[in-house]
């Protein structure tokens, strides 16, 4: 068993600098979400060379990795997702996005090289294996509806036992985990409101329906539901983030817009807060002779950590890393579609610090400036190859 | 002195022909406020053209008409405002604005045709003149600061006894005049106020100042101002009209931009509400660690006319158009500058007809497919003729 454990620790080591090669070649070549095509390619090319790795296409963009072992056993899924953003790079690093507006700001390109460095060594212990490890190259976490649902209802979790995740984050030190029993990230959900009134001059309101002062009580309404009817045990947040109408300073506007979000964890108030937000809206348009368009969109599920495997993956991380590196967090208030994975199975996402120690150096995901130190991946590489030989190797 | 009545009646019909004319030639070739030069040249050379009169260039796209008469006595200014807006014309008149995006939706070019109408007039009659008739042509009615002001910075309200003008309104029933007692127009003034939070991301609230939060308390409260603090018995109108913040459902934003309009009579509360507006601003953005910037834009005062001159404008129009075609109406909530003549002498400012009996027909002012009869033009080169020759003539 020693000398296993040194096998492992020395595969891992020889995988470090290709890992951090692949991260520079996809940080340097984003794609969007849904979009992934050359990441996808890429990825399934370097599965495929690895051997002892089933290699197939879920979406046009995801791939999926099959790992069988000499014995029969458990499934477990590991999970990476692929996607970048949206945002003009600022880091200035010689690896920098090669394209205009597109970034890997969230992580996901180390993701990818992780887990890829994950399956080529798992690739080389076949033999050690009880059961299957299954490898899900995600697309499309940052876009909702998500890749992760695509994945399931093409039948890519089909038969798992478990389902292993894991996220850089850029503002924890460098090499600590941390880990949440229960909720870790929140349902996030949005919503636009148009109310239409009449509009009209400024200097006669008597004539119009002005919808900005329907808005404005909206707004009002809406930012009282969290302390007057949501039980204070519940965490839930919601923000009205826009509010758009009128041109003109002498002109009441036809027509206001009105945008936010909503975060919750616990599944009944997540289905509350839009028949609130409805009932908000339809009483005061009608008290104002105003109609209204409510548009409610459900997005990602939150994300729950199931406790046999979470305390399975923490004895991991402390067994590999040490106590020291090991930190039992709270939910965040962000969103994740790994969600779509653990409603199917039993699910752990962790989080990696690849931040500095100085919180001044770190800049924030989605920043232009967001970066990770790349002395993380190899940990990540760790922690995928350990939770799933643990995993299987359980009874 | 019936011979003359006659005389007067027919030299007023003799110049219908070219009012119309004029009135379509500035139809067709609209300038925007303080860019009147081609309106002004045109005047300029038709003022010359009559003789009798001396006709001067008051700003650079202003112009002054004096007749002075035969005999010593009082001076009594008419005036007409040239502008036209920018609105693309939508009429489809064979005379359509030719200058795109530039029309003249509010009829200044009757107003301006008018006056030339009622000076071709005038300036056959300067033998029989008491004292002098001056012609206002104004530039720029519709936009801030305005025009009368400059036209009485430059000197030419010195030594008059009296103002009178006219507006041509679309809405009412053609040859139809309405006259106010004291307020006609309302004080105009704007304001926009910028509401400096702290941006974050919609999920954690608790880390920014949100500014539409506290922009919607800022809206409720100004639009309590008029019940709650000025006295029913006096008209005012604060209207909110702008409420601009947000670019993403998921993120608090970091200010957001309210703007709005005033209407007042009552000089006391048109200098209360900005205090009031402030007061209100100050305290909400105090009570939520954010900050404010409110700029406040006094605009064109109230119109009020002036009781002896209305009652001579008043009777003239009776005595010219019958009891059946003058109404005393109450003020209206717009602006205008006119108020800067009546500000230094006794001024009369009415509205005369010139809509199709049925209101469905009539477009409103500003509207791209506004519209005034033709046949009001000659009633408003009468109402100039007979109105100055009374005010002269009058002890």
């Not at chain 2, 530039?102 to 003149?129: N, P, R």
């Not at chain 2, 103002?163 to 004080?187: N, R």
């Not at chain 2, 509401?195 to 809206?219: L, N, R």
Request: hydrophobic share 40%; net charge negative.
């Amino acid at each position: 068993m020693i000398e296993k454990i040194v096998d492992i620790q020395n595969l891992v080591e020889s995988v470090e600098m290709e890992v951090v090669q692949w991260r520079r070649h996809f940080h340097e070549n984003p794609e969007l979400s849904f979009e992934e095509v050359e990441t996808s390619k890429y990825v399934f090319e370097k599965l495929q060379s690895f051997g002892n790795i089933e290699v197939s296409w879920v979406t046009p963009t995801s791939v999926m990795g099959r790992l069988f072992g000499r014995q029969p056993g458990r499934v477990i899924g590991l999970r990476a997702d692929m996607d970048a953003l949206p945002i003009q790079e600022e880091t200035g690093l010689p690896f920098a996005s090669q394209k205009n507006g597109v970034m890997h700001a969230c992580g996901h390109d180390g993701h990818t090289a992780i887990l890829l460095g994950a399956a080529k060594v798992l690739s080389q212990l076949k033999d050690e294996i009880n059961g299957e490890i299954r490898f899900f190259f995600q697309h499309a976490e940052e876009l909702s509806p998500g890749g992760a649902q695509e994945m399931i209802k093409a039948g890519a979790a089909e038969g798992i036992d478990g389902v292993i995740g894991l996220h850089l984050g850029s503002q924890g030190p460098l090499g600590k985990f941390s880990l949440c029993y229960g909720d870790v990230t929140a349902a996030c959900d949005d919503f636009d409101i148009l109310v239409q009134g009449k509009g009209g001059h400024g200097s006669e309101p008597n004539g119009t329906v002005d919808p900005i002062a329907i808005g404005v009580q909206l707004v009002n309404g809406i930012n009282q539901l969290i302390s007057r009817k949501v039980d204070a045990s519940k965490r839930a947040v919601i923000s009205v983030t826009q509010f758009h109408g009128g041109t003109a300073n002498n002109i009441i506007p036809d027509r206001v817009t009105i945008g936010g979000t909503v975060r919750t964890f616990d599944p009944e108030i997540r289905k509350q807060i839009p028949v609130w937000i409805e009932k908000l809206t339809k009483g005061l348009t009608a008290a104002h002779d105003a109609t209204y368009q409510l548009d409610y969109n459900f997005g990602y599920s939150p994300t729950i950590n199931e406790e046999n495997i979470t305390s399975l993956v923490e004895h991991t991380i402390v067994e590999t890393f040490g106590e020291s590196n090991f930190v039992r967090s709270q939910a965040l208030m962000g969103s994740e579609d790994f969600s779509a994975f653990a409603e199917v199975a039993p699910g752990c996402f962790a989080f990696l610090g690849a931040g500095s120690e100085n919180p001044a150096e770190n800049y924030p995901h989605h920043h232009p400036k967001f970066d990770v130190k790349e002395e993380a991946l190899i940990l990540g590489v760790h922690y995928f190859v350990r939770t799933s030989l643990k995993f299987l190797n359980e009874n | 002195m019936i011979e003359k009545v006659v005389d007067i009646q027919k030299l007023v019909e003799a110049v219908e022909e070219e009012v119309v004319e004029w009135r379509r030639h500035f139809h067709e070739n609209p300038e925007l406020s303080f860019k009147e030069f081609e309106t002004s040249n045109y005047v300029f050379e038709k003022l010359q053209a009559f003789g009798s009169i001396e006709v001067s260039k008051v700003t650079p796209t202003s112009v002054l008409g004096r007749i002075v008469g035969s005999h010593p006595g009082k001076v009594v200014a008419l005036r007409a405002d040239m502008d036209a807006l920018p609105i693309q014309e939508e009429t489809g008149l064979p005379f359509a604005s030719k200058n795109k995006d530039i029309m003249h939706a509010c009829g200044h070019d009757g107003h301006t045709a008018m006056l030339l109408g009622a000076a071709k007039v005038l300036s056959q009659l300067k033998d029989e003149l008491k004292g002098e008739i001056r012609f206002f042509f104004q530039h720029a009615e519709e936009h801030f600061p305005g025009g009368a002001a400059e036209m009485v910075k430059a000197g030419v309200t010195e030594g008059i006894d009296g103002v009178i003008g006219l507006h041509l309104a679309s809405q009412i029933p053609a040859g139809k005049f309405f006259v106010c007692y004291g307020p006609v127009t309302a004080g105009t003034d704007a304001f926009d106020i910028e509401i400096q939070g702290k941006g974050g991301h919609g999920s954690a609230p608790f880390a920014t100042v949100d500014p539409i939060a506290i922009g919607v308390q800022i809206v409720n409260g100004i639009n309590q101002i008029i019940s709650r603090k000025v006295d029913a018995s006096k008209r005012a109108v604060i209207s909110v009209t702008k409420f601009h913040g947000g670019t993403a459902n998921n993120i608090i934003p970091d200010r957001v931009t309210l703007g709005g309009t005033v209407r007042t009579f009552d000089p006391e509360i048109r200098s209360q509400i900005p205090v009031w507006i402030e007061q209100i601003t100050k305290g909400l953005t105090e009570a939520h660690d954010a900050s404010y910037q409110l700029n406040y834009q006094f605009g064109y005062s109230s119109v009020v006319n002036e009781e002896k001159i209305t009652a001579l404008v008043d009777q003239t129009i009776v005595e010219t158009f019958g009891e059946s075609n003058r109404v005393i109406a109450e003020a209206i909530m717009g602006g205008e500058d006119f108020s800067a003549f009546s500000a230094v002498a006794p001024g009369c400012f009415v509205f005369l007809g010139a809509g199709s009996e049925k209101p469905e027909e009539n477009y409103p002012h500003h509207h791209p497919k506004f519209d005034v009869k033709e046949k009001s033009l000659i009633l408003g080169v009468q109402y100039y003729v007979q109105s100055a020759l009374k005010f002269l003539n009058e002890k």
